[in-house]
């Protein structure tokens, strides 16, 4: 056996050498400007064991013809829209048998209409349907001033924690009936009860409200019901909305688009019946996750911006990828978005300036690139156990979690701004150039409240007449710390 050493030595000296050899006679024979010949030359390289000469021809070939699917994908590159990424911060790829998982140019078949969508209509239980105190709190909704005080007397009585268990089987009784013509008191009475954490209890109202919206039409009633429908935030209420969106009045069409918008995730500016219907055909049967996942690959990065952020409040992982390709985004909003995110969720501002020149934003996406690939695999959210916390200006953070998925979240920030007071104005004012409609709507109101000023501001207009109102805003803001203001 020892004589066969010399014989093995031998032999491994003499392999690199015939493999060096060979591989100097296919370069010679290569057309190095040719990128298919280069490439067949790659992989002669990797079926002989020669990674690193391999991926280096492999780069030659991005340099003759950068958008090489073969070289691409053979560096880990996988195609995001229009972009070549690393697979590693590739969004997640679309749940099976979505319409995002089947490729481009398909159509998911239509989702059922709003007359094919079937709620249980069975009352829930009257715990005492002897005591009929809170009956005329119920009944006199059709008749009373929907912005009086008598109607808000009535929607503070019947959520009232010692009266909701009989008023609510009664308030779905009587929506059954077509000679009660009240939405916008059910509906009030759902918004306050989600204000205040309780949903759930305020939940049975659905199926009651969506069968009454059939036949009660007036605007008032509709405006307050499409507001009602956010709160529940249940796809099975979009075909409906669509309906109203179609309708021919305009504020409700507005009121339905917003809710549409709490909904799904899409971005409210630019939102329409038709994308709504997408949506609707490509989601009805997919759950709410796995319709976040596959919007982290739409085209356009609000879209992205929309779905990463309700990721956080799930707490996916799957978003940070995502986050960092909306940092090269070309709109400057979604940049500005994405790292007030980005920061929240790392404790970190990375240097990074959403406005700054093109090459210094590059190369702190670089180095964010780098922690994530490097970091990925053991990061936690910083309000996971054992994460180190998060310094951060609170105001700022508590405007951000205006629109948090559960009512507890909300609350709380808006209950510590409002204890703030007057040094949670600046972040109000900035919470008024949010995205997040809920999140203008909230620090809208909070202002007024806050400052006792009543400057015009509507959440749902366009950006440019929203930044006029905030400016507005910002110069009352300016003389009272000057002391001028009046």
């Known amino acids: 056996m020892l004589?066969?050493?010399?014989?093995?030595?031998l032999l491994l000296s003499v392999?690199?050498?015939?493999?060096?050899?060979?591989?100097?006679?296919?370069?010679?024979?290569t057309d190095m400007t040719n990128a298919d010949a280069v490439y067949a030359l790659a992989m002669w390289c990797h079926d002989h064991r020669l990674p690193t000469t391999c991926n280096k021809y492999l780069n030659l070939v991005l340099k003759i013809?950068?958008?090489?699917?073969?070289?691409?994908?053979?560096?880990?590159?996988?195609?995001?829209?229009?972009?070549?990424?690393?697979?590693?911060?590739?969004p997640a790829q679309p749940p099976p048998?979505?319409?995002?998982?089947?490729?481009?140019?398909?159509?998911?078949?239509?989702g059922p209409t709003?007359?094919?969508?079937?709620?249980?209509?069975?009352?829930?239980?009257?715990?005492?349907?002897?005591?009929?105190?809170?009956?005329?709190?119920?009944?006199?909704?059709?008749?009373?001033?929907?912005?009086?005080d008598d109607m808000d007397i009535s929607v503070a009585t019947c959520i009232d924690p010692k009266y909701w268990k009989s008023a609510c089987p009664r308030l779905c009784a009587a929506l059954l009936r077509d000679n009660f013509t009240d939405l916008y008191g059910a509906s009030t009475m759902v918004m306050e009860l989600g204000h205040k954490s309780r949903t759930e209890e305020a939940r049975p109202l659905l199926p009651f409200l969506m069968k009454a919206s059939t036949r009660i039409t007036t605007t008032p009633d509709l405006d307050a019901f499409c507001w009602a429908l956010a709160v529940f935030k249940d796809k099975r209420c979009v075909p409906r909305l669509i309906e109203l969106m179609q309708g021919a009045d305009p504020e409700v069409a507005k009121s339905a688009a917003s809710s549409v918008s709490a909904i799904t995730h899409l971005?409210?500016?630019?939102?329409?019946?038709?994308?709504?219907?997408v949506w609707w055909n490509e989601n009805c049967n997919i759950s709410e996750q796995d319709s976040l996942h596959a919007q982290l690959g739409a085209s356009d990065d609000t879209e992205v911006l929309e779905a990463v952020r309700s990721l956080y409040v799930m707490r996916d992982k799957a978003l940070v990828p995502a986050l960092i390709r909306l940092l090269s985004s070309a709109i400057p909003a979604v940049r500005t978005g994405a790292i007030d995110l980005f920061s929240k969720i790392t404790g970190n501002e990375w240097g990074y300036d959403a406005q700054g020149p093109d090459t210094d934003r590059a190369k702190i996406v670089a180095h964010i690139t780098a922690w994530w690939k490097e970091s990925g695999d053991s990061f936690a959210f910083p309000e996971a156990p054992g994460a180190a916390p998060v310094a951060s200006d609170e105001p700022t953070q508590w405007v951000t979690s205006l629109d948090a998925a559960t009512g507890t979240t909300s609350q709380e920030a808006e209950t510590s701004l409002r204890a703030r007071g007057m040094d949670s104005v600046p972040a109000l004012l900035n919470g008024l150039g949010s995205p997040s409609l809920l999140i203008r709507l909230r620090c809208y109101e909070l202002l007024k409240a806050i400052t006792g000023q009543a400057i015009d501001f509507d959440a749902h207009d366009t950006d440019q007449n929203r930044a006029t109102a905030v400016q507005a805003w910002r110069d009352w803001y300016a003389s009272h710390l000057a002391g001028t203001d009046k």
């Open 15 to 29: 392999v690199p050498a015939f493999c060096e050899d060979t591989l100097q006679d296919r370069v010679a024979a």
């Open 3 to 9: 004589r066969l050493v010399p014989v093995v030595i």
């Open 97 to 110: 048998g979505t319409a995002a998982a089947k490729g481009a140019g398909y159509a998911a078949p239509p």
């Open 114 to 148: 709003a007359a094919q969508i079937s709620w249980d209509l069975t009352l829930p239980v009257d715990p005492d349907p002897s005591d009929q105190f809170i009956d005329k709190y119920i009944e006199r909704l059709p008749t009373i001033d929907k912005e009086g």
């Open 267 to 277: 971005p409210s500016a630019g939102l329409d019946a038709a994308k709504a219907q």
């Open 65 to 90: 013809d950068t958008d090489n699917p073969d070289a691409r994908e053979a560096l880990g590159f996988v195609r995001v829209g229009e972009r070549w990424v690393p697979k590693q911060y590739a």
